[in-house]
């Protein structure tokens, strides 16, 4: 990847850092209300691995972490802080919620609260894909945590045996909620579970954008190729609890130093200074920038943005006008 | 119309419907090669491919979640749960992704599938094979629940939630597979909502559903001959949403109210009628409605505590009795 495209990849990590910061002050304001869930620490993981997809064509989906996926699949910032404020203009019409972020133009598919969940409606899409015989692919993106339901065996298994274009992406940042990875998992190293359905899968340092990058083009091949689902772990850390709800009193604080050394930002800024193409001020002032277009433009666009009419608390829940419902009699 | 069986007129909509739309699709444990526990998908294996009808694994909320997935980009898939007992497994993935998804994504995505499974009491399953659960389905918003009490029902309205954009649950039943009925010989497509009238009346409506409309239907013709009490009876196919005019209809003509339900009575079919009921038409009552139901207990092995477990029209004319004093 060329030097300038990597300036830009920054500059969308630093957008997401500061998009998401600014999540947890406006819900602190209370201009964000429910469970919110951010992505500090771990923006290497989707940045990496969108990079080396191709958004908006390829589908998808993920848990309720899910506000810096939709971005870089293609969602407008403004209309997922707006879902976030409850806004009709919100990306899910303020249906959804910070968990329920939906931009199917852009064929991001959804963040589903059910921990697991998403795994079964991956290798379904794929199997969408199969059958209209495209060549895009359904990228999957969940927790650590999320393997031990059996929704992550029984889609591995038919993944396999159906030949679907999956690739799960295991964003594994130590903790399921609050509970660490070694007191609630038998095997530690996710990719090696994967195994048992003769799946390929590796193992990848989640904090670097260049190494994710890497392992995702070469998971992407073999996906897009049609040789059948990948299962790619990257190893991460979250900044924040795991919801705004976590007091985050678990976990040791020199681990949380530890992995604040290897900040994905810092340390792919600090390369592209390294190599000539970025200076330091050159990145204040993309700093700057971006604090300023999240205020003056995102949050202002969701802070004015009405709210949906409460007249219409019964929209959506079926299909309107459907024919079929009368047989087929319009 | 042909007479057939309602696995042959359930084979029937599905053969129409893949027919008709290359993105429909059959899925579910041993439906393929097999042919279905109860024959209801024989033959499309070899017609359709494996690509189309999918054998399954054993993994009910894997596959139910797999089907709910690819309807997201346009698939049609009729998942076949092969016993009802067995969608507990899938209830995540019903409730939470099929019935929700659309108002959570603010109607961006939909969840157009089918999912068939043979609910009721057969002969000596226990416990873990005769759960009745369209009690379950039916208390959850964004889910259309039907049940088909004939083989015409079954072939029409199958064909009905194929088409339709949203998630359709269709109760059957394991000792109805068999059971004969008329079937137009020309595509048909049932409405999923509403009701039927099984048989006219005027003094005392029997609600019934899938099996308990046979037992209405034979209590009826008992009460006519042994009583001269003439009983309308009323076959309730959709159960979600229920018909509120259907039933006012019929309970301000005749004034009175049995329903007749397989399951246990408790956040019931029967308690949802009565409750309609006493909002659409209260003051048409001539007596207290009454509910026939199951015993609250699970299905036992032993036939005659089985028997025992489960009303039938005997059940029925009693309550009818009862009513009137008779």
Sequence with gaps: MKDTDKKRVLREMLFARRFEERCYEAYVERNIGGFLHLYPGEEACAFGVLEAARPGHDYVITSYRDHIHAIKSGADPKRVMAELFARETGVSKGRGGSMHIFDVANRFMGGYALVGGPFPLAAGIAKGIQMQGGDEICICFLGDAANNQGTFHESLNMAKIWNLPVLYVCENNLYGIGTRIDRSTAVIDQYQRVSGYNIPSAQEDGQDFDKVYSAANKAIKHVRSGKGPYFLELMTYRYRGHSMSDSNAYRAKTEERMWSHRDPVIMLRDRLIDSGALTLDEYKDMDTAILDEIEDEVIRYATESPEPPVSEVQRFVLAENDPWVRGGVQ | ?326
């Excluded at chain 2, 980009?73 to 019935?99: C, H, K």
């Excluded at chain 2, 094979?129 to 199958?158: D, I």
């Excluded at chain 2, 409506?205 to 308990?212: D, E, M, R």
Aim: one cysteine or more.
């Design chain 2, 1 to 326: 119309m042909a007479n057939i069986m309602m696995w042959e007129a359930i084979m029937r909509a599905h053969d129409e419907e893949m027919a008709n739309d290359p993105m429909v699709i059959a899925m579910g444990e041993d439906i393929g090669v097999v042919g279905g526990t109860y024959k209801a998908t024989t033959g499309l294996y070899d017609k359709y491919g494996e690509q189309r009808v999918m054998d399954t694994p054993i993994s009910e909320n894997g596959y139910t979640g797999l089907g709910i997935g690819a309807s997201f980009l346009g698939v049609r898939p009729i998942i076949e749960i092969m016993s009802v007992n067995f969608a507990w497994l899938a209830m995540d993935q019903i409730f939470n992704t099929a019935a929700k998804v659309r108002y959570m994504s603010g109607g961006q995505l939909q969840a157009p599938v089918v999912i068939r499974s043979p609910g009721g009491t057969a002969h000596q399953l226990g416990s873990q094979h005769s759960a009745r659960m369209e009690k379950v389905f039916m208390g959850v918003a964004g889910l259309r629940v039907v049940t088909p009490s004939n083989s015409r029902q079954a072939y029409g309205l199958l064909k009905s939630a194929v088409r339709c954009n949203d998630p359709v649950f269709i109760n059957e039943h394991e000792l109805m597979y068999n059971m004969r009925g008329e079937v137009p010989e020309d595509e048909y497509f049932h409405p999923l909502e509403g009701s039927e009238v099984a048989r006219e009346g005027r003094d005392v409506t029997l609600f019934g559903y899938n099996i308990s409309v046979h037992w209405c239907l034979k209590a009826a013709e008992l009460l006519s001959q042994y009583h001269g009490i003439e009983a309308e009876v009323v076959d309730l196919f959709a159960l979600s949403p229920l018909d509120r005019e259907g039933i006012r209809n019929s309970v301000s003509k005749t004034h009175r109210a049995v329903i007749v339900e397989e399951a246990e009575p408790a956040v019931g079919v029967g308690a949802e009628v009565m409750a309609i009921i006493n909002e659409e038409c209260f003051f048409e009552l001539d007596a207290a409605p009454v509910r026939v139901s199951a015993l609250n207990v699970p299905i036992p092995y032993n036939h005659a505590m089985e028997k025992a477990a489960l009303p039938d029209e005997n059940d029925v004319v009693e309550a009818v009795r009862t009513m009137f004093g008779v």
